[in-house]
């Protein structure tokens, strides 16, 4: 079951990171992120461009409105269940989403759902100031002009198809003319359920002052009247009354204890200066500046810890692997189908081949690219000696590097390092596997192609798996180092 998070911002640059991470820190991943920005003259677009998110989709849509961004939103997901969580709003807990997942599974018939919001101030979490509960909502409070917390609620994408989206026209109170349509006049069911989903700052459009109350009553009274629902406007108007008890009757310890606060997954500046950045797409590759692409693999993750392989400015990653896809969630892209799939420029004259290839896949090589092609052996050695080769790489040159992890990056940095121009590849045994030299992984080990990897040259990499899986372990457990770690796709 998907479920589609709708995030409408405008200017949020001091909230919408805590927005953000909260999403990032749900443990149900069949998430669909999609942000609608109103025209933001802050950094606020900065943060969502460096959001790690491989499922957020974002659109700018300038002078639209709350309404029309939310309405705008709903269009663009996927059929499945759809919230709405605010700029400045984030989730309860990490399971906050899988909680209600697991609710809307158990009552299938059920096509809207309704949780409980609690409000604090400003940056203080867990000062808890108002609950705003869903779980003594009726129908007929709606002719009061009282509703159920809509930050709370999930809701079918299949009613906003069949009884229309919410009233652009509005300012404030679209979302009671939406389930004033939807719960009293057509008689949709809904439910209840007594948990609380989302923490919201104090200070919201609906919230903010009494010139926002009268707004909100006003539209209401004319939501009643498009419905033609006769009511009585002073009860409207003291629908506060009925509101105190959200601000005193409330258990505050009891509801900060289901409170887990979300991991910072990233911070835009601190990305800018440390991260690594994931290609998804071949054609992204930066063929036009210097760059090095390597695999963001178990061996990379694992000597990471003991910093024989780091970041670096130029430094580009497919994901290939399991053990890395448990922090990235594009798709894995092994070496071999990259060799495969790769498309050079005209502008790239010749390929180097840095460490030892066979006749085979230099013909492979020629066939496929159709370029000039000159290896470079090197010797068996460590590498503080492979550095001290002089490579001198051409401006219209790309370079593949077949040593394995760590190797092949260290001399990556290398070669960056002592030459002007550089489009430095580590492929490690890839071409000798693109090229028919080796033979490719069963379809039934393509996740573990590191065991299948074992059947030639066994015990130096039985010895190199054990090394990269105790670095891992230690820098994932131990140290929770990738915790830490910022990962972002490329523009």
């Known amino acids: 079951m998907k479920i589609t998070i709708i995030t409408v911002t405008l200017n949020s640059e001091a909230t919408i990171r805590d927005t953000l991470n909260s999403v990032l820190s749900q443990t149900y991943k069949n998430i669909e992120h999609i942000i609608i920005d109103g025209g933001s003259k802050d950094k606020t677009l900065d943060i969502i461009k460096a959001y790690p998110n491989q499922n957020k989709k974002l659109y700018k849509l300038p002078k639209s409105g709350i309404y029309k961004a939310i309405n705008f939103g709903i269009k663009k997901s996927g059929m499945s269940y759809i919230t709405i969580l605010n700029s400045d709003d984030f989730f309860q807990s990490n399971d906050s989403v899988l909680k209600m997942v697991k609710k809307i599974k158990k009552h299938k018939k059920i096509s809207v759902f309704f949780s409980n919001v609690v409000y604090f101030k400003d940056n203080n979490f867990i000062n808890i100031k108002r609950l705003f509960s869903s779980i003594k909502f009726k129908r007929w409070h709606l002719s009061l002009g009282l509703m159920p917390a809509h930050p709370g609620s999930y809701i079918k994408k299949s009613i906003y198809m069949k009884y229309g989206m919410y009233e652009e026209s509005f300012k404030i109170a679209s979302d009671f003319d939406f389930f004033l349509r939807i719960l009293y006049i057509n008689r949709v069911n809904f439910k209840n359920i007594d948990m609380t989903s989302i923490r919201m700052r104090l200070g919201g459009i609906s919230g903010k002052n009494i010139w926002s109350y009268v707004i909100s009553t006003k539209e209401i009274l004319e939501s009643f009247k498009i419905n033609k629902i006769k009511k009585l406007k002073l009860i409207i108007f003291l629908r506060f009354v009925f509101k105190v008890e959200q601000l005193f009757f409330y258990n505050k310890d009891k509801i900060n204890k289901s409170f887990k606060n979300y991991k910072i997954h990233f911070d835009v500046n601190e990305m800018k200066k440390k991260s690594f950045v994931l ?48 922090y990235i969630g594009i798709k894995k892209k092994p070496g071999r189908e990259l060799v495969d799939k790769l498309k050079i420029p005209s502008t790239i004259k010749t390929i180097y081949v840095v460490g030892n290839i066979t006749k085979k896949t230099t013909i492979y090589l020629k066939k496929k690219f159709k370029k000039k092609i000159i290896n470079i052996k090197l010797p068996y050695a460590p590498i503080s000696v492979l550095k001290k080769q002089k490579i001198i790489l051409p401006k219209n040159s790309l370079t593949f590097v077949t040593l394995p992890t760590p190797k092949q990056e260290q001399l990556a940095y290398s070669l960056a390092k002592n030459n002007k121009n550089y489009k430095v590849i580590c492929i490690g045994a890839s071409l000798a596997i693109a090229s028919g030299e080796e033979r490719k992984v069963p379809n039934f080990l393509s996740n573990y192609e590191f065991i299948w990897r074992l059947r030639t040259d066994t015990w130096r990499r039985i010895k190199r798996l054990l090394e990269s899986l105790y670095f891992y372990t230690k820098g994932s457990i131990i140290q929770k180092k990738y915790d830490k770690i910022y990962f972002r796709e490329i523009e």
């Open 279 to 326: 290609i998804d797409k071949l054609n992204k590759i930066p063929f036009k500046n210097n760059f090095i692409l390597s695999a963001m693999n178990l061996a990379f993750l694992g000597y990471l810890i003991k910093n024989k392989v780091n970041f670096h400015k130029n430094q580009y990653h497919w994901l290939d692997g399991v053990w890395a896809k448990r």
